[in-house]
């Protein structure tokens, strides 16, 4: 399934794959197309995919690079967990924990970060940067560490130091900024024009958004070709819930695996719910808030993606609901002691 174009999500105008993400058209935010698979037996691709390396890239047929670079971190492929105690306390027949702690730098983020470091490199840049509040930062400096690639990021000055130890360990310059997340981000995205830098969250984030869709490849596959009936993510930005539906959708529209797709959740912190609290009063755009929880990671107050994660949740039968900071701690506490899983705030 080669990548084709980027497309606006909003008004569909198309345009080469190269660093840019917002239309010039509509300003709407642009994604990754690619060419149909129309015709490829289902099975071969199954076989295509677990003859490839343990990492993310096996689905390197669904992404817009094709081969990771030399030195690439081994990411993705991480542990889906039957959490059977965890799912009697809830009063879930069948639940499954996915830990993406088994990535290199412990979160997620490492397969975003991976997919459009690798693109930025094919797009000939040497320097990598972010706006971040800890975990991007973190696989930031490691992924560009190992690619032997300086590295800049740019934080919240009020950033809990502990959340970016990792970052200046692995040689990349920490930039304190005044101000919350949002206004960083609106920093970086002005010196994206400014200097030739790859921001992997900014110039090349329909790249980056990319990469979160290998999460849900993973769970098809470890749950043998099949779709759950109910997800959860964690919705900061919503790239992450959003890239999860279009994966399946993918994947179905090429027949690796068939039925609806599941009912699509996503769980915000009360302190920073614009998403949460646009689904509740049954709006379509999230009015954006100023974020005070301690789930820094999710605190995003404007986020890019929520009208599309609200139409997500909404055409699945899906929700997106807000747990407060003691609730976040409750829940921390209820998954170690029953799964032996610890987690961070954001989940």
Same mark, same amino acid.
């Given at each position: ?300 107050? +404007? ?8 139409? #997500? =949740?909404?055409? /699945? %039968?899906?929700?997106? &609901?807000? *747990?407060? +900071? ?8 209820? #998954? =170690?002691?029953? /799964? %032996?899983?610890?987690? &961070?705030? *954001?989940?």
């Amino acid at each position: 399934m080669p990548p084709k174009s980027l497309k606006c999500k909003e008004c569909q105008e198309e345009y080469p794959l190269e660093a840019i993400y917002a239309c010039s058209r509509c300003f709407g935010p642009l994604e990754v197309s690619y060419e149909a698979l129309d015709g490829r037996d289902p099975e071969e691709l199954k076989r295509r995919i677990q003859a490839g390396s343990n990492t993310l890239w096996r689905y390197a047929d669904f992404l817009p690079v094709q081969r990771p670079p030399e030195g690439a971190l081994p990411t993705g492929m991480t542990p889906l967990i039957k959490a059977d105690r965890l799912g009697r306390e809830l009063g879930i027949d069948e639940l499954w924990i996915k830990s993406e702690t088994a990535n290199p730098t412990h979160s997620f983020k490492d397969r975003v970060v991976a997919v459009a470091m690798a693109r930025g490199l094919e797009l000939g840049f040497t320097t990598f940067a972010c706006a971040s509040t800890g975990n991007l930062a973190n696989a930031v400096a490691a992924h560009a560490a190992a690619a032997g690639a300086p590295a800049w990021v740019f934080i919240p000055a009020d950033l809990e130091r502990e959340k970016i130890t990792a970052t200046a360990i692995h040689g990349a310059r920490v930039i304190g900024v005044k101000g919350n997340y949002d206004q960083v981000n609106r920093m970086c995205s002005e010196l994206a024009h400014e200097r030739d830098w790859a921001f992997v969250n900014v110039n090349l984030r329909p790249y980056y958004a990319e990469g979160s869709k290998t999460l849900a490849y993973e769970i098809a596959e470890q749950l043998d070709w099949r779709l759950p009936n109910h997800l959860v993510a964690p919705v900061a930005s919503g790239s992450l819930h959003t890239r999860m539906g279009k994966a399946f959708d993918e994947w179905r529209d090429c027949g690796l695996v068939s039925g609806p797709l599941p009912a699509m959740h996503g769980a915000q912190a009360a302190g920073c719910s614009p998403v949460a609290t646009a689904f509740e009063e049954g709006a379509d755009f999230c009015r954006p808030v100023k974020p005070d929880t301690i789930a820094r990671s999710l605190a995003i107050g +404007d986020p890019a993606d929520g009208p599309f994660a609200l139409e #997500l =949740a909404r055409r /699945t %039968g899906g929700a997106i &609901e807000s *747990a407060t +900071d003691d609730e976040i701690r409750e829940g921390i506490s209820l #998954l =170690a002691k029953t /799964t %032996g899983v610890f987690t &961070e705030t *954001a989940g």
